[in-house]
């Protein structure tokens, strides 16, 4: 597939699709996902995180302000996060990422990703350099 130019609210689904898809394969941050959300993509759990997720990545992005939760608050409740298990996620969302975007066009999401896993990681107390 050509990689997208532009961030689209379209092209922002499929990366989180892409993401969550690869995710649910991986040995390291998908058990976290399992226990919350179960393991298949499709069902009533997933449906309304993935639109939670494409409205937040949107609001970043594009700023069509579709997202207006706290993105901080679910993760103080889903067990045992460390510094390893945000490396690995960020791994993921990068390959996603490169996977989908130029790379111009992907390093937004990359640069705010990895700023809010920094930030989630201190509010967690487990940032280490
Ligand atoms: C160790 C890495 C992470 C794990 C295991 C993880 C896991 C989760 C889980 C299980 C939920 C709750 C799903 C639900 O009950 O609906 C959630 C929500 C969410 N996560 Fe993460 N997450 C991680 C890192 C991140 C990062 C780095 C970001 C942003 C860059 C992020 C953004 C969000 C957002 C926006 C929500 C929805 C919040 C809301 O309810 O409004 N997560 N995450």
């Given at each position: 597939m050509e990689l997208a130019n532009k961030i689209t609210r379209e092209n922002v689904e499929i990366m989180v699709l892409t993401f969550y898809g690869k995710v649910l394969k991986d040995d390291t941050v998908g058990p976290f996902f399992i226990a919350k959300?179960?393991?298949?993509?499709?069902n009533d759990y997933w449906k309304p995180h993935i639109l939670l997720l494409v409205n937040f990545w949107s609001s970043i992005?594009?700023?069509?302000?579709s997202y207006n939760g706290n993105?901080?608050?679910p993760h103080f409740s889903i067990?045992?996060?460390s510094h390893g298990v945000f490396q690995e996620w960020l791994k993921l969302f990068f390959e996603t990422v490169d996977s989908i975007y130029e790379p111009e066009v992907g390093a937004i999401f990359k640069e705010r990703s990895k700023i809010i896993a920094g930030n989630f990681m201190r509010n967690l107390g487990i940032y280490t350099l």
């Open positions: 959300l179960g393991d298949d993509i499709n992005a594009l700023g069509d302000e993105p901080l608050a067990g045992e996060l």
